[in-house]
């Protein structure tokens, strides 16, 4: 409203249409009258721009700029409120909301948006009335569309000139990028033009250090020294060309692959003859062998040949890269020259080793656990050969003559620990030697490395520094064609060293298995394998052995006629025990071990059941077969003690004390029986009182006729002092031819009295004593009022034994 009213203030430039808008009081009433006409329509919607309304407008609006006193006033007033009444009675000024209650903001909003728009039609028609009322506007308007289409026709102009502009602009940055184009062009033809260069100074070889390559001697280690260097240009202009095409170098390094193939054939050829004049050298006249301390032979070490062809190592680097095919022959070369050198040695010191082996004495190889009795003839006719014994080796039927001539004085397993460690180191050595001599490594070491290049050129050799899998199979195969014939050879040796003693395979066994453990420390896979077949073919031998040993004791079983003292098998498997133990000094953590305690196992209980069946029962009550049986066990058991005991192996306790068990239950039912015969009444007394007391009344049991006091009086009255010292006497005579050794003394001309007699004897005594105090014992508890007692004391039993003592 406020701005509607200023405008209107305002002075128009057309002042008659202003007068002429202004209302009077008689258009007043008549507008009066007809907005009360229409206010009985209420959908009628009041026009501002109705000349009535306009005039009322400017009415109020002068009205309130100059008011009119008295009665005017307050119909103007009147006039005025009438006006605005009808203005809003048209709106709805109550709304409902969604609860059914009024609001008046909706009335208020359409009336200020109203005013709004007729206070813009109202400036619109103010300007368009000042427009028409001055004839000027239309000549300003002729020249502002002149003007207009002027700005057209510049505009159109402007747009050609803009597009000819872009184009001339096009133009110019095509010639500015054509330009930076040629200076970029000209600094890498500039950058290519000093490649071309420095590529044609790479691939040049001086003539000199060609010549070098083809006349300078590859002997003497200054010369070696010349070769490398001028093999270093060679190499790295045969590198540098390995990935151009070039025209201008092509030919050039055509020429340069010529002498690289006539430089690597001259290697070749003056190499192949070193190797095996070397060797040779090596060799001499001893086939590489020299005498050592107690004149025990011992390999030439080959430190002179690897130090001579040691100078090579750089050179067979750049043979490696630069002719494969040659390098695989030197190597095949060099392999076969090995072999050669080291066959002549290796089978010259197994020769050499074989005559210090002792050969096993009669009585040692005889300590099969068969029957020594047993004539060579009946042997030849039966078909059976010594236990402990081995099929003879093809090696020993062709050195038969060698060995009845020579004999050394070794053991064989010891002779075989000295050969053994000699070609292990060998072995060993070489292996060393032909990984940094032929360079046979995972490493990727290139002739660039070894020269110190450049890294392009160290790069470049990286790329191809592979071989083919034929190479590489060649030269992982080293060992095994360089030393193929060692199997075959130990094979022999071996052979041939236990046909001279059989029981060194023991020894021989815990060597090789200490030799394994080293070849597995150390990674080295031919020796292991190498080791690993002997070994596997030695324990089957063993086995074999072990088998042989149980059959001996089994032969013996079955046909041994002589049922006294200790039996063969018995007496030999304490030397057999004793040499076995002889070879595994230090091998306690060994595989040996276990298998040699295994097989004592297996031998000791084919004994001590050979040793049952040997000394069967053959009859019942006191005869000449019971008493025997238990002698036999008795000695043999006693034997077995003592021997084993002071061999002092912890596997040997189980069977000491399984001996002690069957010595005591022999000893006690052997004194039992035998001293039946001469104290027979009296035990039996005593044994059957024993009895019938543990159910019988006392005063019951000795007025039974059995056991009353006339019974033990004629029963004691039998065994007085004097008759006690007869009837020990007639016992110590018998158990002596019992336990008698058969063999004579020369110096004492009789009997000599054996442990065991003395033993047993001494438990004959304390039994007897023990029974003797047991029985005066039981007549005093029993019969203690009757006055009876033994006619012999214990003092008396004791001086008997003590006359018929044995030994010292």
Same mark, same amino acid.
């Given at each position: 409203?406020?701005?509607?009213?200023?405008?209107?203030?305002?002075?128009?430039?057309?002042?008659?249409t202003?007068?002429?808008?202004?209302?009077t009081?008689?258009?007043?009433?008549?507008?009066?009258s007809?907005?009360?006409a229409?206010?009985r329509?209420?959908n009628?919607?009041?026009?501002?721009f109705?000349?009535s309304n306009?005039a009322?407008?400017?009415?109020l609006?002068?009205?309130?700029?100059?008011?009119?006193?008295g009665?005017g006033?307050?119909?103007?007033?009147?006039?005025t409120?009438?006006?605005?009444?009808?203005m809003?009675?048209?709106y709805?000024?109550?709304?409902?909301?969604i609860?059914?209650r009024k609001?008046t903001?909706?009335?208020v909003d359409?009336?200020?948006?109203?005013?709004l728009?007729?206070?813009?039609?109202?400036e619109?028609?103010n300007?368009?009335?000042f427009?028409?009322?001055?004839?000027?506007?239309a000549?300003?308007?002729?020249y502002?569309?002149?003007?207009i289409?002027?700005?057209d026709?510049?505009?159109?102009l402007?747009s050609?000139?803009?597009?000819?502009?872009?184009?001339?602009g096009?133009?110019?940055s095509?010639?500015q990028s054509?330009?930076?184009?040629?200076?970029?062009?000209?600094?890498?033809?500039?950058?290519l033009?000093a490649?071309?260069?420095?590529?044609?100074?790479?691939?040049?070889?001086?003539?000199?250090?060609?010549?070098?390559l083809?006349q300078?001697?590859?002997?003497?280690s200054?010369s070696?020294?010349?070769?490398?260097?001028a093999a270093?240009?060679?190499?790295?202009?045969?590198?540098?060309?390995?990935d151009?095409?070039?025209?201008?170098t092509?030919?050039?390094?055509?020429?340069?692959?010529?002498?690289?193939?006539?430089f690597?054939?001259?290697?070749?050829?003056f190499l192949?003859i $070193?190797?095996?004049?070397?060797?040779?050298?090596?060799l001499?006249?001893?086939s590489?062998l020299?005498?050592?301390s107690?004149?025990?032979p011992?390999v030439?070490?080959?430190?002179d040949?690897?130090s001579?062809?040691?100078?090579?190592s750089?050179?067979?680097?750049?043979?490696?890269?630069?002719d494969e095919?040659?390098?695989?022959?030197l190597c095949?070369?060099y392999?076969?020259?090995?072999?050669?050198?080291?066959g002549?040695?290796?089978?010259?010191?197994?020769?050499?080793?074989?005559?210090?082996?002792?050969?096993?004495?009669?009585d040692?190889?005889d300590?099969?656990?068969?029957?020594?009795?047993?004539?060579?003839a009946?042997?030849?006719?039966?078909g059976?050969?010594?236990?402990?014994?081995?099929?003879?080796?093809?090696m020993?039927?062709r050195?038969?003559?060698?060995e009845?001539?020579?004999?050394?004085h070794?053991?064989?397993?010891e002779?075989?620990?000295?050969?053994l460690?000699?070609?292990? $180191?060998?072995i060993?050595?070489?292996?060393?030697?032909?990984?940094?001599?032929l360079?046979?490594?995972?490493?990727?070491?290139?002739?660039?490395?070894? $020269?110190g290049?450049?890294?392009?050129?160290?790069?470049?050799?990286?790329?191809?520094a592979g071989?083919s899998?034929?190479t590489?199979?060649l030269?992982?195969?080293?060992?095994?064609?360089?030393?193929?014939?060692?199997?075959a050879?130990?094979?022999?040796?071996?052979?041939a060293?236990?046909?001279?003693?059989s029981?060194e395979?023991v020894?021989?066994?815990?060597?090789l298995?200490?030799?394994?453990?080293?070849?597995?420390?150390?990674?080295?896979p031919?020796?292991?394998?190498l080791l690993e077949?002997?070994?596997?073919r030695?324990?089957i031998?063993?086995?074999?052995?072990?088998?042989?040993?149980?059959?001996?004791v089994?032969?013996?079983?079955l046909s041994?006629k002589?049922?006294?003292?200790?039996a063969?098998?018995?007496?030999?498997?304490?030397?057999?025990a004793?040499?076995?133990?002889?070879?595994l000094?230090?091998?306690?953590?060994?595989e040996?071990r276990?298998?040699?305690?295994?097989?004592?196992?297996?031998i000791?209980?084919?004994m001590?059941d050979?040793?049952?069946?040997i000394?069967?029962?053959?009859?019942?009550g006191?005869?000449?077969?019971?008493?025997n049986?238990?002698?036999?066990?008795?000695?043999?058991m006693?034997?077995?003690?003592?021997?084993?005991?002071q061999?002092?192996v912890?596997?040997m306790?189980?069977?000491?004390r399984?001996?002690?068990g069957i010595?005591?239950?022999?000893?006690?039912?052997?004194?039992?029986?035998?001293?039946?015969?001469?104290?027979?009444?009296?035990?039996d007394?005593?044994?059957?009182?024993?009895?019938?007391?543990?159910?019988?009344?006392?005063?019951?049991?000795?007025a039974n006729?059995?056991?009353n006091k006339?019974?033990?009086?004629?029963?004691i009255?039998?065994?007085?002092?004097?008759?006690i010292?007869?009837?020990?006497?007639v016992?110590?005579?018998?158990?002596?031819?019992?336990?008698?050794?058969?063999?004579?003394?020369?110096?004492e001309?009789?009997?000599?009295?054996?442990?065991?007699?003395?033993?047993?004897w001494?438990?004959?005594e304390?039994?007897f004593?023990r029974?003797t105090?047991?029985?005066?014992s039981?007549i005093?508890?029993?019969?203690?009022?009757?006055?009876?007692?033994l006619?012999?004391?214990?003092a008396e039993?004791?001086?008997?034994?003590?006359r018929?003592?044995?030994?010292?």
């Amino acid at each position: 409203m406020s701005n509607g009213n200023s405008r209107t203030k305002n002075p128009s430039p057309a002042p008659s249409t202003r007068s002429r808008n202004i209302p009077t009081r008689t258009e007043n009433n008549s507008n009066a009258s007809e907005n009360n006409a229409l206010r009985r329509d209420p959908n009628a919607r009041i026009s501002y721009f109705d000349p009535s309304n306009q005039a009322t407008l400017d009415r109020l609006i002068l009205s309130a700029d100059a008011p009119i006193e008295g009665d005017g006033e307050e119909e103007n007033a009147q006039a005025t409120l009438a006006n605005v009444e009808e203005m809003i009675e048209g709106y709805e000024w109550t709304s409902d909301d969604i609860i059914g209650r009024k609001v008046t903001r909706g009335a208020v909003d359409l009336i200020e948006a109203r005013l709004l728009d007729e206070l813009m039609a109202l400036e619109k028609a103010n300007i368009h009335s000042f427009l028409e009322s001055d004839d000027r506007v239309a000549v300003v308007m002729k020249y502002m569309e002149d003007a207009i289409a002027e700005l057209d026709a510049m505009d159109g102009l402007i747009s050609t000139y803009k597009i000819h502009l872009n184009a001339v602009g096009d133009d110019i940055s095509y010639i500015q990028s054509q330009n930076r184009g040629l200076q970029v062009q000209t600094q890498n033809q500039r950058a290519l033009l000093a490649e071309l260069q420095n590529l044609l100074r790479t691939v040049h070889v001086d003539q000199e250090a060609l010549a070098t390559l083809t006349q300078e001697s590859l002997e003497k280690s200054h010369s070696i020294t010349r070769l490398e260097e001028a093999a270093v240009q060679l190499y790295k202009a045969l590198q540098a060309g390995r990935d151009t095409e070039m025209a201008a170098t092509m030919e050039r390094l055509q020429e340069y692959r010529t002498y690289n193939s006539q430089f690597c054939k001259r290697m070749f050829d003056f190499l192949s003859i $070193m190797f095996i004049a070397q060797s040779k050298l090596l060799l001499g006249d001893t086939s590489g062998l020299a005498r050592g301390s107690q004149s025990r032979p011992t390999v030439l070490p080959h430190r002179d040949l690897e130090s001579y062809l040691g100078r090579y190592s750089g050179l067979m680097i750049y043979l490696r890269e630069m002719d494969e095919n040659i390098y695989s022959k030197l190597c095949a070369t060099y392999f076969s020259a090995a072999s050669d050198l080291h066959g002549t040695q290796i089978k010259a010191l197994l020769s050499a080793h074989l005559d210090l082996v002792k050969k096993a004495a009669e009585d040692e190889t005889d300590q099969a656990f068969g029957i020594a009795s047993i004539p060579p003839a009946s042997k030849a006719t039966t078909g059976m050969r010594r236990a402990g014994t081995l099929i003879r080796s093809p090696m020993e039927s062709r050195q038969k003559d060698r060995e009845k001539q020579s004999d050394g004085h070794l053991r064989a397993s010891e002779v075989f620990g000295l050969f053994l460690e000699q070609v292990a $180191m060998l072995i060993y050595q070489e292996n060393d030697f032909i990984t940094d001599f032929l360079q046979i490594s995972d490493s990727g070491f290139t002739f660039a490395d070894y $020269m110190g290049l450049d890294n392009y050129f160290r790069r470049q050799a990286a790329r191809s520094a592979g071989l083919s899998a034929t190479t590489l199979k060649l030269i992982r195969g080293a060992l095994d064609l360089i030393f193929g014939f060692l199997p075959a050879e130990l094979k022999s040796w071996l052979d041939a060293a236990l046909a001279k003693d059989s029981m060194e395979i023991v020894g021989i066994l815990a060597f090789l298995e200490r030799f394994l453990i080293e070849a597995e420390e150390k990674g080295n896979p031919f020796i292991l394998n190498l080791l690993e077949k002997q070994h596997s073919r030695l324990k089957i031998i063993f086995d074999r052995h072990v088998t042989e040993q149980l059959k001996g004791v089994e032969r013996t079983k079955l046909s041994s006629k002589k049922r006294k003292g200790v039996a063969n098998f018995l007496k030999h498997f304490s030397a057999y025990a004793s040499r076995i133990e002889n070879q595994l000094v230090g091998a306690n953590n060994l595989e040996i071990r276990t298998n040699v305690d295994s097989a004592y196992e297996k031998i000791v209980q084919s004994m001590f059941d050979s040793l049952k069946q040997i000394a069967k029962l053959e009859g019942e009550g006191e005869d000449k077969g019971q008493l025997n049986y238990h002698v036999i066990l008795i000695e043999n058991m006693h034997y077995f003690i003592n021997e084993m005991s002071q061999l002092d192996v912890p596997s040997m306790t189980t069977f000491i004390r399984r001996a002690e068990g069957i010595y005591d239950e022999n000893l006690s039912a052997y004194i039992k029986t035998v001293f039946r015969r001469p104290f027979g009444k009296l035990m039996d007394f005593f044994d059957a009182f024993d009895r019938a007391a543990k159910d019988t009344n006392p005063t019951e049991l000795t007025a039974n006729s059995n056991f009353n006091k006339a019974t033990l009086r004629k029963i004691i009255k039998d065994y007085n002092s004097k008759d006690i010292k007869k009837h020990v006497d007639v016992l110590s005579k018998r158990v002596e031819k019992h336990f008698t050794d058969m063999d004579k003394s020369a110096d004492e001309g009789g009997a000599v009295p054996s442990k065991v007699l003395i033993g047993v004897w001494n438990s004959c005594e304390m039994e007897f004593v023990r029974l003797t105090e047991a029985w005066s014992s039981r007549i005093s508890q029993w019969y203690g009022d009757s006055g009876l007692a033994l006619e012999y004391t214990v003092a008396e039993a004791e001086a008997a034994f003590r006359r018929q003592k044995f030994g010292p």
